[in-house]
């Protein structure tokens, strides 16, 4: 890395996919650190499920996401998803992880130890301008709403059921829309390595809900971090992960 650090402007990605579903991310993170955050355009409101890093204003960087109104959904609260929550009115969190969102406080959100003994060089391909892990701080964002397993988020022409996840965190959620199969999972089930020691992991919940995921059948998932994949690497991914756990 080096020089200033990359700029606002240059900041953020958005990546149409199929469905009506726009990756948005920070293209200069490393892909373990770097959150998907997944935009779904509905009728009669847009979902955004997860807000990255924010050190920069999501909003300001993709100023589009102000157009329309917006429910923003947290997957889970670790610090690379809930950065810039607490610029949308409407939120929603499960009720396990409210008080983190709440008050999110750098143990919480795993800020720290991720970012206070990390090296940006692991962390970033190049630092955003201005990089200060001592002044970086998330704000609270307290929840609108609370959604727990089988209840629904509406956009009037689709919805997405919420599907209780815990074991990489404990009010972690993914959101399946039946009609199309298309799955956010958060970072319950990504293509790349899960992270299973966090403070309040629990191993044993992780392989329960492994064990419900193997059951469904999503058309492609859209993944907390790492690339988006379909059914046959979804079986692939439940399987291995049940094998050796």
């Not at 970072?187 to 020691?197: F, M």
Request: charged share 25%; aromatic share 10%; with cysteine.
């Amino acid at each position: 890395m080096g020089g200033v650090g990359i700029p606002l402007k240059d900041w953020f990605e958005a990546v149409p996919m199929a469905d009506g579903v726009t990756l948005i991310h920070e293209p200069h993170i490393h892909p373990f650190y770097r959150c998907n955050m997944w935009h779904v355009r509905g009728r009669d409101r847009d979902m955004l499920v997860d807000t990255g890093l924010g050190w920069f204003s999501l909003t300001a960087g993709v100023p589009w996401l102000k157009e329309r109104p917006i429910v923003c959904v947290s997957s889970h609260t670790h610090f690379d998803h809930i950065g810039s929550t607490h610029e949308f009115s409407d939120r929603l969190v499960h009720p396990a992880e409210a008080d983190i969102q709440a008050d999110p406080r750098p143990k919480w959100t795993l800020a720290d130890p991720y970012l206070t003994d990390t090296p940006a060089s692991e962390i970033f391909f190049d630092a955003p301008e201005g990089w200060d892990p001592a002044k970086y701080v998330i704000q609270p964002a307290p929840a609108t709403g609370l959604v727990e397993d089988g209840d629904s988020v509406d956009l009037g022409d689709r919805a997405f059921r919420v599907v209780h996840t815990p074991g990489h965190s404990p009010g972690g959620i993914a959101l399946l829309e039946e009609k199309t199969g298309i799955m956010i999972a958060g970072d319950i089930i990504y293509d790349g390595p899960l992270v299973t020691d966090c403070y309040h992991s629990n191993i044993g919940d992780y392989r329960a809900t492994m064990a419900r995921l193997r059951d469904l059948e999503p058309s492609i998932v859209h993944g907390g971090h790492f690339e988006s994949f379909g059914l046959a690497r979804y079986r692939e991914l439940t399987d291995a992960f049940l094998a050796e756990h």
